[in-house]
């Protein structure tokens, strides 16, 4: 399985764009990358998922470049109920399990 | 359209009891997953169903606990007996399909055994 790594958490205010930037340095041909936000008392909730270039939903945007050792989750004019853990999967799309770090805990202020 | 439900949303019980875990899945949905996060760890898997069958058991921790899927509708998670290092949050999710997409996670069920 491909280890990812993310920052533990990040800060911004109402407003802003947030990038957060999920390290996969050994990632597989066949894996795909899928990002989960995840609000208190709450389980986690599907984002956004992509294999190569740029991705965009109604949520977000996906990067990831031509490597793929690496994928950026931008969340655009965040506010503060984008305050949440974001976490990135990196994962075969014929594995079931997923496969969950410590993710990202994203605090958006006033 | 209904998510999927977990109850019940918290349970308090005594090292050495039995707890059981209920999960609903989206109607529709014959992929059924457990996942726990323990400890403040991080999220674990436990196993996949589809319908009914098993697909997936290798995150199971011990044989104290029994995950079952009568009809392959709702799905029942049953610890015994519990142990202090079983508390932590069970999450159910329910897919379409099955594979590394979008799944649909309930609230889970908080787990405290004292």
């Known amino acids: 399985l491909a280890k990812t790594t993310q920052p533990i958490s990040m800060d911004s205010y109402e407003g802003q764009e947030v990038n957060i930037t999920c390290s996969h340095n050994?990632?597989?041909?066949?894996?795909?990358i899928t990002w989960y936000q995840q609000f208190p008392s709450q389980g986690p909730r599907f984002i956004i998922q992509?294999?190569?270039t740029k991705v965009t939903n109604e949520v977000a945007s996906l990067f990831i470049p031509a490597d793929r050792k690496s994928s950026t989750l931008s969340l655009p004019r965040v506010s503060l109920s984008d305050t949440a853990v974001y976490y990135c999967?990196?994962?075969?799309?014929?594995?079931?399990?997923?496969?969950f770090g410590s993710g990202t805990r994203l605090q958006v202020q006033p | 359209e209904a998510g999927v439900t977990q109850f019940p949303s918290h349970s308090v019980i005594e090292k050495g009891q039995t707890v059981t875990l209920r999960c609903d899945p989206i109607?529709?949905?014959?992929?059924l997953y457990w996942y726990r996060r323990v400890m403040g760890k991080e999220i674990k898997f436990l196993l996949h169903?589809?319908?009914?069958?098993?697909?997936?058991e290798s995150g199971m921790p011990n044989n104290r606990f029994l995950a079952e899927r009568t009809g392959g509708t709702y799905s029942t998670l049953k610890v015994q007996p519990a142990e202090l290092e079983d508390s932590g949050v069970y999450f159910c999710?329910?897919?379409?399909?099955?594979?590394?997409?979008?799944?649909?996670f309930g609230p889970g069920t908080r787990l405290t055994v004292t």
């Open positions: 999967l990196v994962g075969d799309t014929g594995r079931r399990a997923l496969t």
């Open positions: 992509g294999y190569k």
């Open positions: 999710a329910s897919s379409h399909r099955p594979s590394h997409y979008e799944q649909y």
């Open positions: 050994n990632i597989a041909t066949n894996d795909y």
């Open positions: 169903f589809v319908k009914e069958s098993k697909q997936d």
């Open positions: 109607s529709g949905h014959d992929n």
